[in-house]
């Protein structure tokens, strides 16, 4: 049976991270424990921000955003990792192998923006406190997030469009645990040339652009913070950042790695371990690095442990 764009492959075969039967245990429960970590740690997030008034402004609206998609692209990619481990054959039908990449690009794509929003908003709220509530009024937050999914949804539409219009005659073993847009042009009987230099143009705007902004935003806010007087304020903001740009150059470090090469010069195994990155570390670390150092987070978890607590004495009694 064949697909509109001429494809004879009805499914696909992902093969995994591993084909060693003694590190799939031990990698199963580590991959199964990370992920439990990711979805209650931005289940955590999202729940506290809903919740808790105080939690009410554009940083956390961003953040609440952001624990949002983390948890819906870790989904995406996850669970049907994990099945590597326990089956002998993991497949994916053509259309499912094509939905996963839809929404995997577009979560990702979209996190690229929201990241680049938030360290817009830490770059006012440091830099030019007094603009603060003019320059992320709502509505403004609102437009910013709205962009971000549109760029998400834009460059989704794109990257799937362009494996969609590519050939797959009998190679069906994906050498990946998800259907990514390098392995997929690999597999393909068809010239890839105009595909790898849409892929290259598209990526590059998504990382290139985010990174130079966001990398500007906290070089403002580093030399700001040079410039407070007081060293525990200038440590706690110092401290701050740099926990949040671990995350951010972990996530676009991995991502420019794996999209801004040639696809002759990405072997499998560092894609897969660059991939690792993007899609199972980041979405874990998140959560905590933006909630650990956070005070604000902290008292919000107190209060509604509290008032758990109290609601469940008082339905006991």
């Known amino acids: 049976m064949a697909f509109e764009n001429g494809s004879l492959v009805t499914e696909f075969i992902l093969l995994g991270i591993t084909d060693q039967p003694d590190l799939k245990i031990l990698l199963f429960l580590v991959f199964l424990g ?11 997030l999202i729940i506290l921000i809903v919740q808790n008034s105080h939690l009410h402004t554009p940083m956390y609206f961003f953040l609440f955003n952001l624990s949002c998609i983390d948890l819906c692209y870790s989904s995406v990619i996850t669970p049907k990792m994990l099945v590597n481990f326990i089956q002998k054959k993991n497949v994916i039908s053509y259309m499912g192998c094509m939905s996963q990449l839809y929404f995997f690009c577009f979560f990702v794509i979209s996190e690229c923006y929201i990241l680049t929003s938030m360290a817009y908003d830490r770059y006012v709220a440091i830099c030019n406190p007094l603009m603060y509530n003019v320059a992320l009024s709502p509505k403004v937050c609102c437009y910013l997030i709205l962009a971000s999914y549109f760029m998400g949804l834009s460059g989704a539409m794109i990257y799937t469009g362009c494996i969609l219009s590519l050939t797959f005659c009998d190679g069906n073993t994906i050498n990946h645990y998800f259907c990514d847009l390098l392995p997929l042009m690999q597999l393909s009987c068809t010239s890839t040339y105009v595909n790898e230099m849409a892929l290259f143009i598209v990526a590059g705007k998504d990382i290139i ?13 580093l030399f700001t913070i040079l410039k407070i007087r007081s060293t525990e304020s200038r440590s706690k903001a110092f401290s701050t950042c740099s926990s949040h740009m671990l995350a951010v150059c972990l996530f676009f470090g991995s991502g420019a790695f794996m ?21 199972i570390v980041v979405p874990m670390l998140n959560p905590l690095i933006y909630s650990l150092r956070n005070n604000d987070v902290k008292v919000a978890l107190r209060k509604t442990l509290r008032r758990r607590i109290l609601c469940s004495e008082t339905g006991f009694q």
């Open 34 to 44: 990370t992920y439990m970590i990711t979805a209650l740690g931005n289940l955590t």
């Open 209 to 221: 652009v985010p990174t130079v902004i966001i990398f500007s935003s906290y070089g403002f806010i």
């Open 259 to 279: 999209y801004l090469k040639p696809t002759s010069a990405v072997s499998v195994d560092k894609g897969k371990f660059y991939s690792v990155f993007y899609t």
